[in-house]
């Protein structure tokens, strides 16, 4: 079975400050996708990332960062110097590639406040 | 181009009544996904289509749930003799394929009375 873990219900920091978002994923696939979504208050949830397992290279975005490691099974996105309009719930969600599991497996979002 | 709508963007009922959520995906993308967002929860898968057919509908909670794509494009979601346990935001999602990235519409609000 597969299962996303964010452990962080909700976090509060003050603007300009760097938030580091956990993802921890269980999976018996061996190529598996990972991704992290954004959903503000307005309730859409918007693309921000998609991994796949064989490519563990950081990325970077902008403002944005996101850390793959294998070994811990850890996908955690990290936000430097946040703005308020960063305030969002993120939600990291997982995808095998067996036949029937391409559906989305999300976990429960952490909820991020940025105040000014 | 234009993203992927669903109507309406918020459904009012009453327990036992029959609904019906609409689902138009980006054009040209043959996948199509429902899940269902609680309050303060991660949305959870309910069916996948491929084409007009449904891959997968494990996530379905009971058979009230059902869903159709006729035309391999827009999709509905049927939910008979709602309960107030219903009660949840709907997302579609669809992708140009399988295994691709999911976009994901603004989701309809449905409240069971």
């Known amino acids: 079975a597969q299962k996303v873990t964010q452990a962080q219900t909700e976090i509060s920091v003050v603007e300009k400050e760097d938030v580091t978002l956990d993802c921890v994923y269980e999976?018996?696939?061996?190529?598996?996708?990972l991704f992290w979504y954004k959903q503000p208050p307005s309730g859409e949830l918007v693309f921000l990332i998609r991994?796949?397992?064989?490519?563990?290279q950081n990325e970077i975005s902008g403002r944005y960062s996101w850390n793959f490691q294998k070994s811990t099974s850890s996908f955690n996105f990290t936000i430097t110097a946040s703005q308020v309009v960063d305030s969002a719930v993120y939600f990291c969600?997982?995808?095998?590639?067996?036949?029937?599991?391409?559906?989305?497996?999300f976990g429960k979002g952490t909820k991020l406040t940025v105040n000014p | 181009g234009a993203g992927v709508s669903q109507t309406p963007s918020n459904k009012v009922t009453e327990k036992g009544k029959y609904v019906e959520l609409r689902c138009d995906p980006i054009?040209?993308?043959?996948?199509l996904y429902w899940y269902r967002q609680s309050l303060g929860q991660g949305p959870e898968f309910l069916i996948y289509?491929?084409?007009?057919?449904?891959?997968?509908d494990s996530g379905l909670p009971n058979d009230r749930f059902f869903a159709v794509r006729p035309e391999g494009s827009v999709s509905t979601l049927k939910i008979q003799r709602t309960e107030r346990g219903d009660s949840a935001v709907y997302l579609c999602?669809?992708?140009?394929?399988?295994?691709?990235?999911?976009?994901f519409g603004p989701g309809t609000r449905l409240l069971v009375l």
């Open positions: 991994r796949n397992s064989f490519d563990e």
């Open positions: 999976t018996r696939d061996t190529t598996y996708y």
């Open positions: 289509f491929q084409g007009t057919g449904a891959a997968d």
């Open positions: 054009s040209g993308h043959t996948a």
């Open positions: 999602a669809s992708s140009p394929g399988l295994v691709e990235t999911q976009y």
């Open positions: 969600a997982l995808s095998g590639t067996q036949g029937g599991s391409e559906k989305l497996v």
